[in-house]
């Protein structure tokens, strides 16, 4: 069982930059890979970025790369993404999940997906 819980949202100014981190309980974690979503109003949850389970392989949308990094601490059971140059259309509820199994194939897909947290607002003012 894991249970995860997202912090760090907020309200920025476009270009300016937030950092979410994800806390995970559950002693699975360092073997357990990771994404982050978002959901903006309206929409589709959409995948965001995603971590193998040491952090050495990341994979991110094409509407964040270049601007987002997704990083993890597994001494502190926890996941960060670190978002650049944000832009209004980033406005969005931001979700971290995990799973046992990713590949490149599924990992943007939610019922891949076994644990997920409650979301963080990111709000970006033009």
Do not use: H
């Amino acid at each position: 069982q894991v249970q995860l819980a997202e912090s760090g949202g907020g309200l920025v100014q476009a270009g300016g930059s937030l950092r979410l981190s994800c806390a995970a309980s559950g002693r699975a974690f360092s073997t357990t890979a990771m994404a982050w979503f978002r959901q903006a109003p309206g929409k589709e949850r959409e995948f965001v970025a995603a971590l193998s389970w040491s952090g050495a392989s990341t994979f991110y949308s094409d509407s964040v790369k270049g601007r987002f990094t997704a990083s993890r601490d597994n001494a502190k059971n926890t996941v960060f993404l670190q978002m650049n140059s944000l832009k209004p259309e980033d406005t969005a509820v931001y979700y971290c999940a995990a799973t046992k199994i990713l590949t490149t194939q599924t990992m943007g897909v939610m019922s891949d997906y076994d644990y997920w947290g409650q979301g963080t607002q990111v709000t970006v003012s033009s």
